[in-house]
């Protein structure tokens, strides 16, 4: 999204070559492979490990959090490894949301006219907060230590990051449309 959003604003007239569904499809095809490889590393190392607390998880999902407090054993090391795979796809991704933004907030304070600008800001700031709200929480639920854990907090969080997002109406909204006042 944050590259759609670019190419509709810096790259206005190039938008329909550069957007077409071969680079949609380029780009959905790597978001599902990096979220494939991410689960089958995290699926693996969890299915590795041994349980000796019971099998029941107090979330409405099974999470990797969840599921490692069910453990009998010391899986540190393994849980690292994965850890520091899953923080380098997110971080390659955070960067490039970053890099597109920094870009998009030049072009949009060099529009002359303030409807412009604020046109093109709220074609953007939905996107930034969804983005905001998915890695903040994100980041709280995988990263805290296990000795900061309530479970109605964990069940609030895993709500935030794993239902709104998906839900909000800025995933399903191409921005395009709008910067050429189409509805």
């Known amino acids: 999204m944050a590259y759609d959003r670019f190419l509709a604003i810096c790259r206005p007239l190039h938008y329909g070559t550069l957007m077409g569904s071969r680079a949609c499809v380029k780009m959905a095809a790597a978001a599902c492979a990096s979220g494939f490889i991410n689960a089958v590393l995290h699926t693996g190392n969890t299915f590795s490990i041994p349980l000796c607390q019971g099998n029941t998880v107090d979330q409405f999902f099974c999470e ?32 490039f949301i970053v890099l597109s933004y920094v870009q998009i907030f030049t072009a949009v304070l060099r529009i002359p006219s303030e409807q412009g600008r604020h046109k093109a800001f709220s074609m953007c700031l939905p996107h930034l907060a969804v983005v905001s709200l998915f890695v903040s929480t994100d980041m709280f639920a995988y990263l805290k230590p296990p000795s900061v854990s309530s479970t109605s907090l964990d069940l609030v969080v895993a709500v935030l990051y794993s239902v709104v997002p998906p839900a909000s109406p800025d995933s399903r909204h191409n921005g395009m449309g709008d910067l050429l006042g189409e509805d």
Do not use: H, M, N
């Open 64 to 95: 990797v959090p969840q599921i490692l407090k069910l453990s009998c054993s010391d899986a540190y090391l393994r849980e690292t490894g994965v850890l520091v795979v899953s923080v380098c796809l997110v971080f390659g991704c955070f960067i």
